[in-house]
């Protein structure tokens, strides 16, 4: 099975802008989970799609974003971009809600200047 | 809402020697708690986890213990080797629909030879 992709791999925006991310989780997973990572913070959970809709969602501003297709495929938003937003985002699928094996996908390193 | 706390953030031991590193959890309904390895550069992946139901899980050279009274688990890596060198991540979870995984800050650690 072809693991998680995530497009692009890297980014760089100014501030002010906004960026869509992409991601395809395992085939027959229902569940895609994004996360932001910094150096600082670690992994932070932003939010998690499950059949099209969102079940949770991190403590982010409205700014972040997201949506899952039909096909599990799952997109995430970030507008207004900020120079703090620069980080590698995260996405991971899984078969199951919150409680299964999450698989993680490369990430997109995004750089706000 | 749940809370995962994780120590020591950094880690250095000799070569041969083990390893703990130890997470303490705020929700007593989470009932599932895996650990995930991050190589520099590289995506987090599942080593090892654990559910509420099991007070030990062993997987040759690395060991989870989960005490639910005192709300902690603790990874155990054996005769530590330079591959073990990465960042380490423990997280907790429940089984709702509600309910999201919740990461500690990591450990990254790292091996002397």
């Known amino acids: 099975k072809a693991g998680v992709t995530q497009t692009p791999r890297y980014l760089i925006k100014t501030r002010g802008q906004q960026v869509t991310l992409s991601c395809s989780p395992i085939?027959?997973?229902?569940?895609v989970s994004w996360y932001q990572q910094t150096p600082g913070q670690g992994l932070q959970f932003l939010f998690e799609?499950?059949?099209?809709?969102?079940?949770n969602k991190g403590n982010f501003p409205g700014r972040f974003s997201g949506r899952q297709f039909s096909n599990s495929r799952s997109e995430m938003n970030v507008s207004t971009l900020e120079l703090g937003d620069s980080a590698l985002y995260l996405c991971?699928?899984?078969?199951?809600?919150?409680?299964?094996?999450?698989?993680f996908g490369p990430g997109t390193r995004l750089t706000v200047l | 809402g749940e809370n995962v706390e994780q120590h020591p953030s950094t880690l250095s031991v000799q070569e041969g020697d083990s390893a703990v590193i130890k997470c303490t959890y705020s929700?007593?309904?989470?009932?599932?708690f895996p650990w995930y390895k991050q190589e520099l550069g590289k995506r987090p992946q599942l080593i090892i986890d654990?559910?509420?139901?099991?007070g030990e899980k062993k997987d040759q050279r690395i060991a989870v213990t989960l005490n639910k009274t005192a709300k902690h688990f603790s990874l155990h890596i054996t005769e530590t080797q330079p591959e073990d060198s990465a960042v380490y991540f423990c997280a907790a979870s429940k089984d709702s629909s509600a309910s999201k995984i919740i990461f500690g800050s990591g450990t990254r650690l790292s091996i002397r030879p």
């Open positions: 085939s027959g997973h229902r569940s």
């Open positions: 991971a699928s899984s078969t199951q809600l919150a409680s299964g094996e999450q698989f």
């Open positions: 929700d007593s309904a989470s009932n599932y």
């Open positions: 799609y499950f059949s099209e809709t969102q079940r």
């Open positions: 654990i559910r509420s139901n099991v």
